[in-house]
Structures are given as structure tokens and as C-alpha cells.
């Protein structure tokens, strides 16, 4: 081999040796994605929520001879609720109690018995699925309410038990804190009322209501 075959194969070695280093060089590591952490419902929080209920007061006579008559509840809502949740995948179990003030009332007289609706507190079980930051949930339990209600010359307050049941959605808006839009329904059970005035008289007292509600929870 003389040199001239010789320099060109050693040119040639050192070009492609120069080659696949720049080559190398050119090679770009993809990024690696930061995970990022699904939201955790689990936990305790408390939180408040106000809104508007209305609600039907269904009255009946001791007499069969005289029908029932209904009256109408209207008003604004307003509480405070704390609970807490765990988070099984997707599934989200929880229990939650709540206290709401309110100022529920039926119109009145003169065409109508008075009825007012001072407060309502319930314990309730939650059962939802989360969407990432997003919770779609079922809500069942019992409840409470304090009344006022009476004839025109008589006044009693009363507390009736009933059951309720609804559903709601929550969104994590931050590592601490969400907002939830929730409706309720709530069935309160008949007591009886013993009038004397103007003439003794009883009646079976019972009433419904529907409350929708928007609200925040602060998580621990």
C-alpha cells in the first residue's frame, strides 16, 4: 500500500470518528414530564354555604270532614357544614354534618296558619366519584328542624325529624380550598297540634322542603 492510500485511509477514519461525535453531540434526551399529583379528596374540612329553600306545610284535620290545606314555605338559607372524606381510586366515601339558620315561612294570616322554619341541621353520608379535581356526589341522612308555627292566638315551637337526601358537585380550586353547588330535598314527619284558642282543635302538622345551596370548604 503506498502513502497516498495510506493518508487517504487515515483522513477518511478520522472524518467519520469527527462525524459520529458531532452526530452525538446532536442527539437531543426528550424532557422527562413532571408528574403531576391527582387531587386527594381524602381528609377533614369545614366550611359554610348559603342559598334559597322553599318547601310545602301540609295540615290536617282531626275531623275527616274537613280536608287537608297546604301553605307554601319561602326563604333564604344560610350554614355551616364540616365533614370528612376518603378516597378509595375514583370512589369517595364520606360523612358530613351541617347546621343552617333560616327564615322559611309560610305567608300568614290573615288567610293562612302561621309557620315559620328557624333552623335545620343533619348528619349525611356522601358517596361520589372524582374526576381529577372535580367531585360528582350522592348525599342521603337524617335531619332536624326547630319550628314556630300555631293558631292566631296560640304559638308553639316544635322540633320535627325527618330524612333527606340530594346531590352536588365540588371543584378543588387550590390545595386547601373548594367550592360546591348543592340541592337537597328534605321530608319532615306529621306531629300533632292541640289548639284552645279560639276553640280546642288539633291538627297533623308536616312539611317538605327543597334547599339548593353554594357554598366553600377549607381542607386540612
Do not use: C
Not at 154 to 168: K, M, P
Amino acid at each position: 500500500m503506498n502513502m497516498l492510500s495510506k493518508a487517504a485511509i487515515a483522513a477518511v477514519t478520522t472524518l467519520a470518528i469527527t462525524g459520529a461525535a458531532h452526530a452525538a453531540d446532536l442527539v437531543v434526551t426528550p424532557p422527562v414530564a413532571e408528574s403531576v399529583a391527582a387531587t386527594d379528596w381524602s381528609g377533614f374540612y369545614a366550611g359554610f354555604g348559603v342559598g334559597h329553600g322553599s318547601g310545602l306545610v301540609t295540615s290536617s284535620w282531626a275531623t275527616p270532614f274537613l280536608p287537608p290545606y297546604e301553605d307554601e314555605l319561602d326563604g333564604w338559607v344560610a350554614g355551616l357544614q364540616a365533614g370528612y372524606n376518603v378516597q378509595t381510586g375514583p370512589l369517595v366515601l364520606g360523612v358530613e354534618g351541617n347546621l343552617d339558620w333560616t327564615n322559611l315561612s309560610t305567608a300568614g294570616p290573615p288567610d293562612h296558619l302561621p309557620r315559620d322554619i328557624n333552623w335545620m341541621g343533619g348528619l349525611r353520608a356522601r358517596l361520589g366519584v372524582a374526576i381529577d379535581s372535580v367531585l360528582l356526589y350522592g348525599t342521603a341522612g337524617v335531619v332536624v328542624a326547630d319550628t314556630t308555627g300555631g293558631s292566631f292566638l296560640e304559638e308553639f315551637n316544635e322540633l320535627h325529624s325527618g330524612w333527606t337526601a340530594g346531590v352536588g358537585v365540588e371543584a378543588m380550586v387550590s390545595d386547601s380550598l373548594s367550592l360546591k353547588l348543592e340541592y337537597a330535598y328534605s321530608k319532615f314527619e306529621t306531629k300533632l297540634y292541640s289548639f284552645t284558642d279560639p276553640a280546642p282543635f288539633t291538627l297533623d302538622v308536616g312539611f317538605d322542603t327543597s334547599v339548593i345551596k353554594a357554598g366553600a370548604n377549607f381542607h386540612f
